[in-house]
């Protein structure tokens, strides 16, 4: 798995991503103002992707897409991820932590917090997508609700402070 700054020719690759998630987080692809985020944080050069390595010879074109993306917020001392998400395909093989890890590692200088806001304890996705279990093993702890999701889903803030 490679981690990278995401480029331009990646924003397909995140929505195709978000389509994954949309039963979760509402509509996003069709959405201008998230494609509008996400090239925003590319061109501000805060949007990880993990991606397989090309086989050689093999064209960006033609490789199967990414495996996980991450826009952050670098904002110190208070840092966000403000969007996280695995492919169907990849959950489970460390994707999410290895973008975080990479994300931490490029901008987060202690001492400071990373928050991030995800399913709230009675949300569908916080069981099934295993948001809530992947934040807390990173050493997230859960703070104050946030308001609902787009599709009216609870949310709920999750924090880790960085010495």
Do not use: C, K, N
């Amino acid at each position: 798995m490679i981690i990278r700054t995401a480029q331009e020719q990646d924003v397909p690759g995140f929505l195709g991503l978000a389509a994954q998630v949309e039963h979760w987080f509402g509509p996003m692809v069709a959405d201008p103002g998230f494609t509008r985020a996400v090239r925003r944080s590319i061109g501000a050069g805060t949007a990880l992707v993990a991606s397989e390595p090309r086989e050689p010879g093999e064209s960006e074109e033609s490789s199967s897409g990414l495996l996980g993306a991450v826009l952050f917020g670098a904002a110190p001392p208070v840092h966000h991820v403000h969007w996280l998400v695995v492919s169907d395909g990849a959950r489970g093989r460390g994707v999410g932590s290895a973008l975080l890890s990479d994300a931490f590692r490029r901008w987060v200088r202690g001492p400071a917090t990373v928050e991030v806001v995800t399913f709230g304890a009675d949300h569908p996705g916080a069981v099934a997508g295993g948001a809530r279990v992947f934040y807390e093993r990173l050493g997230f702890t859960p703070a104050e609700p946030a308001p609902p999701g787009p599709e009216g889903g609870s949310r709920q803030v999750y924090r880790r402070h960085v010495p």
